[in-house]
């Protein structure tokens, strides 16, 4: 079983090869031209991927020494993601499998970061909890099986990724700011600045009123110091990241509370956040969870996700059919 994948939902084109449940290779080409925006813009983002499209899916097989005619499928993300992303890469796919005449696998995009855990050999046991985190979504979900996924909250609104890549914008930082609100934290004092929490009912999240919080924090305080951020950046960041974490750690225990599951994970591009992944880590230990965090290569969008989530659609037979479209709002 030899599955080439591809994912483009957003700003990374990548693309995989996975034989017989390891993988051979994972290729990702990163758009630096967002940077000078600070953020991601739509159109460039898709216009990128279809250049990059075809050399890194040359590159994954040619690493992964397989040739496309030895491929048994080909793997996309559907969604969710940018909609001319998500062409680029299922447009891609379909030719391809279509080309060399073998099934088609549509691959939901956050589904393919909760199995991102199964691609290495510590694998967590059914059922298990995942926290998945990363700049457009916010979720805890139940994991039942590698198909079968129950998400039992969510953000209500913004996403912690976003969260974190506004506050860093309010502070001045260049996009994507989040890793560098990680980077500063580690020389600061978690708990030398307080920010408001407001309360969700049941799992779910919100970030949008911290967010405000914040910008009123450093409105506020710039008026009496115009250099408060750049005298007490590493305290900022520090406080700004224990705060968000709390929430997700918060939520998490009530979850795992109501659920009786201690098998938890977390997911998505925030959990490679080293104050978060260190905080589950002790958390766990006090809790007496089995905690599994991926490899930083699997947190940040990737194509082996893909791979490893289309194996076990390719076990069970679940093929797309080629009037396939891609669902930029594509639910769990």
Same mark, same amino acid.
């Given at each position: 079983?030899? =599955?080439?994948?591809?994912?483009?939902?957003?700003?990374?084109?990548?693309?995989?090869?996975?034989?017989?449940?390891?993988?051979?290779?994972?290729?990702?080409?990163? %758009?630096?031209?967002?940077?000078?925006?600070?953020?991601?813009?739509?159109?460039?983002?898709? $216009?990128?991927?279809?250049?990059? &499209?075809?050399?890194?899916?040359?590159?994954?097989?040619?690493?992964?020494?397989?040739?496309?005619?030895?491929?048994?499928?080909?793997?996309?993300?559907? !969604?969710?993601?940018?909609?001319?992303?998500?062409?680029?890469?299922?447009?891609?796919?379909?030719?391809?499998?279509?080309?060399?005449?073998?099934?088609? &696998?549509?691959?939901?995009?956050?589904?393919?970061?909760?199995?991102?855990?199964?691609?290495?050999?510590?694998?967590?046991?059914?059922?298990?909890?995942?926290?998945?985190?990363?700049?457009?979504?916010?979720?805890?979900? $139940?994991?039942?099986?590698?198909?079968?996924?129950?998400?039992?909250? %969510?953000?209500?609104?913004?996403?912690?990724?976003?969260? *974190?890549?506004?506050?860093?914008?309010?502070?001045?930082?260049?996009?994507?700011?989040?890793?560098?609100?990680? +980077?500063?934290?580690?020389?600061?004092?978690?708990?030398? @600045? /307080? @920010?408001?929490?407001?309360?969700?009912?049941?799992?779910? @999240?919100?970030?949008?009123? =911290?967010?405000?919080? =914040?910008?009123?924090?450093? $409105?506020?305080?710039?008026?009496?110091?115009?250099?408060?951020?750049?005298?007490?950046?590493?305290? &900022?960041?520090?406080? =700004?990241?224990?705060?968000?974490?709390?929430?997700?750690?918060? +939520?998490? +225990?009530?979850?795992? /509370?109501?659920?009786?599951? /201690?098998?938890?994970?977390?997911?998505?591009?925030?959990?490679?956040?080293? !104050?978060?992944?260190?905080?589950?880590? %002790?958390?766990?230990?006090? %809790?007496?969870?089995?905690?599994?965090?991926? /490899?930083?290569?699997?947190?940040?969008?990737?194509?082996?996700?893909?791979?490893?989530?289309?194996?076990? +659609?390719?076990?069970?037979?679940? *093929?797309?059919?080629?009037?396939?479209?891609?669902?930029? $709002?594509?639910?769990?």
């Amino acid at each position: 079983m030899n =599955i080439v994948a591809i994912e483009s939902s957003c700003d990374e084109t990548s693309a995989a090869v996975l034989a017989n449940g390891r993988i051979l290779s994972n290729v990702i080409a990163t %758009q630096l031209i967002h940077e000078q925006y600070g953020g991601v813009v739509p159109e460039l983002a898709s $216009r990128a991927h279809q250049q990059h &499209i075809l050399p890194v899916v040359a590159r994954a097989l040619s690493d992964a020494n397989i040739a496309k005619t030895d491929l048994s499928a080909v793997a996309f993300t559907r !969604g969710p993601g940018l909609l001319g992303s998500l062409l680029v890469g299922a447009s891609f796919a379909k030719a391809l499998a279509l080309g060399l005449n073998i099934p088609l &696998i549509e691959v939901n995009h956050m589904q393919a970061h909760v199995l991102a855990h199964f691609i290495d050999e510590r694998k967590p046991a059914f059922p298990f909890l995942c926290l998945t985190v990363s700049g457009g979504h916010t979720q805890l979900v $139940r994991v039942d099986s590698p198909l079968v996924m129950e998400v039992i909250g %969510q953000t209500q609104d913004d996403a912690v990724g976003e969260a *974190f890549d506004k506050s860093a914008k309010l502070l001045g930082l260049p996009y994507p700011g989040g890793p560098l609100i990680d +980077k500063y934290a580690k020389e600061g004092n978690p708990l030398a @600045f /307080r @920010f408001p929490v407001g309360e969700m009912p049941e799992l779910n @999240f919100s970030f949008s009123g =911290i967010k405000t919080a =914040i910008l009123y924090f450093l $409105r506020d305080h710039t008026r009496t110091n115009p250099d408060f951020i750049q005298q007490h950046l590493p305290d &900022i960041c520090a406080s =700004i990241q224990h705060t968000l974490i709390q929430m997700l750690l918060t +939520k998490l +225990k009530r979850a795992v /509370r109501e659920t009786d599951i /201690r098998e938890i994970a977390i997911a998505g591009g925030v959990s490679a956040n080293s !104050g978060l992944r260190t905080a589950l880590m %002790q958390l766990g230990e006090e %809790q007496g969870w089995n905690v599994y965090i991926p /490899r930083f290569e699997y947190c940040t969008d990737n194509a082996a996700m893909i791979a490893m989530a289309a194996q076990f +659609k390719y076990e069970q037979g679940e *093929f797309t059919a080629q009037d396939v479209s891609p669902l930029p $709002r594509m639910s769990f």
